[in-house]
């Protein structure tokens, strides 16, 4: 089993960045594929953008890209989004995602973790 934890989610002014980060730990994530998800209120969850363990990125949403980067350090267990350019429609709950399912990554079961809020104000 994997946990996972979000952190550096907060409130930033548009055109601002952010930093997340999403830790894992219990076991080894090598073979996984890593998915960032948001989900803005009302509204259902969509992934954002994913990433091999190996570090091939597999994914940007269109709405993110060109602004936002996925990356991931293996030896710390973590995987980061880098948010650049925000726009106050980037306002969500952002949530990393662990999976083996290589194809199905967006859409089947793997770990969450609990979630960090990014406000964008204009």
């Known amino acids: 089993q994997v946990q996972l934890v979000e952190s550096g989610g907060g409130l930033v002014q548009a055109g601002g960045s952010l930093r997340l980060s999403c830790v894992g730990s219990?076991?080894?994530?090598?073979?996984?594929?890593m998915g960032w998800f948001r989900q803005a209120p009302g509204k259902e969850r969509e992934p954002v953008a994913s990433?091999?363990?190996?570090?091939?990125?597999?994914y940007y949403s269109d709405s993110v890209k060109g602004r936002f980067s996925i990356s991931r350090d293996a030896a710390r267990n973590t995987v980061y989004l880098q948010m650049n350019s925000l726009k106050p429609e980037d306002t969500a709950v952002y949530y990393c995602?662990?999976?083996?399912?290589?194809?199905?990554?967006?859409?089947?079961?793997?770990?969450w973790g609990q979630g960090t809020q990014v406000t964008v104000s204009t």
């Open positions: 995602k662990a999976t083996l399912d290589g194809t199905g990554w967006s859409t089947g079961v793997g770990s």
């Open positions: 219990g076991r080894t994530l090598k073979s996984h594929i």
């Open positions: 990433i091999s363990w190996s570090g091939a990125v597999a």
